[in-house]
Every structure is written in structure tokens, then in C-alpha cells.
């Protein structure tokens, strides 16, 4: 069975930080590019940053490029997003994605608010 598994979200302050992880399983995570994608409110869905299977390629949307990292470790099957300087256009549900097998998690919110 396939599951991605985020987490990590919460509530934090603009300029704040936090760190999601998605843990993956039922198929070769290894072999795989993954995303992030983020959906706020009343907006479609965007790609946030993506990383290939050997992290040998990694891109990022503008908006967050300089204050978001992607990273990922295959042994232990989990994606990881580094979010820093938050902002609250950044509030969001925040899902990882592998887009070959169009795998999706559940999502974890992220909420930046004084």
C-alpha cells in the first residue's frame, strides 16, 4: 500500500521556521523525483521545490527560492522541506508529491499569523 506521510506543520510567526517531512512507503521512493506543492485558500494548487531521485536536481519556485530547502534521504524514505523567514503568503496546506506514479499525501497545514 502506497502512503506519503507529512508533517511538521503548525502555526508560527511571520519570519518564524519550521521543517516538514514526508515519510513514504509501498513503493521505490529511492527511484523517484519528488515535489512539494502547497494549496492556500481560494488558490490552485503550485509546486514549491522538487528534487531528483539523487538529489543531483533541485528547483524552487521564486517566491521561496533563498528561504525554502528541499532535501531528501532515501534511506529512510523521507522528503524534508526547510521553510525559514516565513511569510504569510506562505499559509498553506502543504503536500508532498511523486509525480511519476502521481502519488499525493494528506497534507499538513501551515499557518503564519501574528
Known amino acids: 500500500q502506497v502512503q506519503l506521510v507529512e508533517s511538521g506543520g503548525g502555526l508560527v510567526e511571520p519570519g518564524g521556521s519550521l521543517e516538514l517531512s514526508c515519510v513514504a512507503s509501498?513503493?521505490?521512493?529511492?527511484?523517484?523525483?519528488m515535489e512539494w506543492h502547497r494549496q492556500a485558500p481560494g488558490k490552485q494548487r503550485e509546486v514549491v521545490a522538487s528534487?531528483?531521485?539523487?538529489?543531483?536536481?533541485?528547483n524552487y519556485i521564486p517566491s521561496v527560492k533563498g528561504r525554502f530547502t528541499v532535501s531528501r534521504d532515501n534511506a529512510k524514505s523521507t522528503l524534508y522541506l526547510q521553510m525559514m523567514s516565513l511569510k504569510s503568503e506562505d499559509t498553506a496546506v502543504y503536500y508532498c508529491?511523486?509525480?511519476?506514479?502521481?502519488?499525493w499525501g494528506q497534507g499538513t497545514q501551515v499557518t503564519v499569523s501574528s
Open positions: 509501498g513503493f521505490p521512493f529511492s527511484k523517484f523525483l
Open positions: 528534487i531528483s531521485s539523487a538529489s543531483g536536481t533541485i
Open positions: 508529491h511523486a509525480p511519476t506514479p502521481n502519488f
